[in-house]
């Protein structure tokens, strides 16, 4: 197993300085994921080793089963999820919301659903309130002079220990690894809500609701996830922290309303539909590889397309450089990126 001399020496250097004030070279599971979820250390492991990703790094486990991970085991480990990618591209794929079908119910829309499934297509996706958790528990920052860098790229939030209500929530609360009353997450750039007010009702979009952003999984929730049983992803609070969902803001930009996403088209709730996928130019992937809003994907159905990493993003957010390239929706859309992906599309 070989990833060329160059990246054998950068991996290994960058192993070497995650264990570094590590006790005999050994890190509990816990201790490795905070470790791995600096975004540093983050982007630093999707460049050397491929395709490196947060479920990637939970599915770590130590052969001893003393919950220790050695920094030989990690090495491995990191080996063997770039191995079979090494030849392999960065490619990506962005679905536009599909216009005049953002928030229906029920109805089939104009939007491409393919029997073949991700990555051809992508969605429908649904959205309702959370249940358990208030809007008010979302942290961040939203001073006046921060607010157009906002505009232009994503922020970090974080969710404190009083926000982990009812049975479900409290047992990923007593798991959950690193500082459990700041729990870190992250929100995409700041947009203008656009949905008319006679259709916000059936989209669960409160009235007074004049931004949102779309709030990527938390990482800490996802690890637990991974090493609990018995938990219902189903769950909208679990989703919400584990797969994504939009929060709405007032004229103050104070959060005011929590829609979890999922992938289904079920029930009462909101769907949100989507175009065809357009592939994503080089030059494009290599941008989209280089936003601090980058996140990994955390359905397991992707992540085995090939997909490893997401964002949300809008036309407004890119520079077009031409018309070919105008890929991008107002409307917004996620783009998904991985080692691969989009190869066998048209």
Not at 262 to 277: A, E, H, I, P, T
Not at 279 to 292: A, H, N, Y
Not at 328 to 333: A, H, V, W
Request: proline share 4%; with cysteine; hydrophobic share 40%.
């Amino acid at each position: 197993m070989c990833l060329g001399t160059r990246k054998v020496d950068a991996g290994k250097e960058l192993v070497k300085n995650i264990f570094l004030d590590a006790k005999d070279s050994m890190l509990t599971t816990a201790q490795l994921f905070n470790k791995c979820n600096s975004k540093e250390i983050n982007q630093a492991l999707r460049a050397t080793f491929k395709g490196m990703g947060l479920l990637e790094v939970c599915s770590i486990h130590d052969v001893n089963g003393d919950d220790n991970i050695s920094e030989d085991e990690f090495m491995m480990a990191c080996e063997k999820a770039a191995f079979g990618k090494r030849k392999l591209k960065w490619g990506g794929i962005y679905f536009p919301v599909a216009p005049g079908t953002t928030f229906s119910q029920g109805a089939a829309g104009s939007s491409f659903v393919s029997e073949a499934g991700f990555p051809h297509s992508v969605g429908p996706f649904s959205f309702a309130p959370v249940q358990q958790m208030n809007p008010s528990d979302l942290h961040f920052s939203a001073e006046p002079s921060e607010i157009n860098e906002w505009f232009k790229q994503g922020r970090t939030c974080h969710i404190r220990a009083d926000a982990f209500r009812g049975e479900s929530l409290q047992r990923i609360l007593e798991s959950l690894p690193g500082d459990r009353n700041k729990v870190m997450g992250q929100f995409s750039a700041l947009r203008s809500v656009s949905v008319p007010q006679r259709d916000r009702a059936a989209a669960n979009i409160p009235k007074e609701a004049a931004y949102y952003v779309f709030s990527y999984p938390f990482p800490a929730a996802v690890w637990c996830i991974a090493n609990l049983g018995g938990i219902n992803s189903l769950d909208l609070d679990i989703a919400f922290l584990t797969v994504g969902g939009f929060v709405y803001m007032n004229k103050k930009y104070e959060p005011i309303g929590i829609n979890a996403v999922q992938l289904s088209d079920s029930g009462d709730s909101s769907v949100m539909r989507f175009d065809k996928g357009r592939k994503l130019s080089s030059e494009r992937v290599q941008e989209m590889l280089d936003r601090p809003d980058l996140e990994s994907v955390t359905l397991r159905a992707f992540n085995e397309l090939r997909a490893t990493h997401f964002c949300w993003i809008s036309g407004d957010q890119v520079k077009r450089t031409t018309d070919a390239d105008n890929v991008f929706s107002k409307l917004g859309g996620f783009a998904y990126l991985g080692l691969g992906l989009g190869d066998d599309l048209e």
